[in-house]
């Protein structure tokens, strides 16, 4: 199974709030799990990324979680800020040179003021 | 990171017309990649560019209707052939580096076909 899974379809968060994402995939040979943010109009950017040897990564407010026996791992970010509102994508790879990425079907996020 | 630029920005064109889309990268990069997102939705793989070879296209994608260019390590091309309206979409390059490496996006090219 190539689908990687993700949820909420959109979010509303208050600011200072936690938003989280969550997504769920089939295939083991997955080894690497990247999040990308993309604003209206932009190209999506890398956010954080994770290889299944750990269960967590955090890079400032944004904090990757990864479950490797439940094939999950989610997106959390701390005191949400109306500048995060962006669409976020989820996605998993397997193989050596960037390539076969598979994408989540996205989340957009709002956050209020 | 890379820096990756993509022409033009945005086009607005006709019905059976074709345009080329250029990608261009800061430095070499080992694979480039060609992805197509509809308004609202997730990125779809196009193909896969290959330096020196035909380029790898995914299922419902063809050479005759995307074909491809990449003459070198820092430069590609995706032709949109034919255009009908159902091909207005977001066009987007993006590069990885090599072993062990992410995927880059592009600012992405956005296409209007009347």
């Known amino acids: 199974q190539q689908q990687v899974k993700q949820s909420p379809q959109s979010l509303i968060v208050q600011k200072g709030g936690i938003s989280i994402i969550n997504c769920a995939y089939e295939n083991t040979a997955f080894d690497y799990f990247p999040w990308y943010q993309q604003f209206p109009g932009k190209g999506p950017a890398l956010l954080i990324a994770?290889?299944?040897?750990?269960s967590e990564k955090k890079e400032g407010r944004f904090t990757i979680s990864f479950n490797k026996s439940a094939k999950q791992f989610s997106l959390h970010i701390m005191d949400s800020q109306p500048g995060d509102s962006a669409t976020y994508f989820c996605?998993?790879?397997?193989?050596?040179?960037?390539?076969?990425?598979?994408f989540g079907p996205g989340t957009r996020l709002s956050v209020l003021p | 990171s890379a820096v990756i630029s993509q022409k033009p920005s945005r086009d607005i064109c006709q019905r059976g017309t074709s345009l080329t889309i250029q990608c261009q990268v800061d430095?070499?990069?080992?694979?480039m990649f060609w992805y197509r997102q509809q308004p609202g939705q997730s990125l779809t793989l196009i193909a896969t560019?290959?330096?020196?070879?035909?380029?790898?296209?995914e299922s419902g994608f063809v050479i005759d209707k995307f074909p491809i260019s990449r003459p070198n390590l820092t430069f590609s091309t995706l032709t949109v052939s034919n255009m009908s309206p159902e091909d207005s979409s977001i066009y987007l390059c993006?590069?990885?580096?090599?072993?062990?490496?992410?995927?880059?996006f592009g600012p992405g090219t956005r296409l209007l076909v009347l």
């Open positions: 560019a290959n330096q020196g070879s035909e380029a790898t296209y």
């Open positions: 430095s070499q990069v080992t694979m």
């Open positions: 994770i290889r299944p040897d750990v």
């Open positions: 993006s590069v990885s580096r090599g072993p062990q490496e992410t995927q880059y």
């Open positions: 996605a998993a790879s397997w193989g050596n040179y960037g390539q076969n990425f598979v």
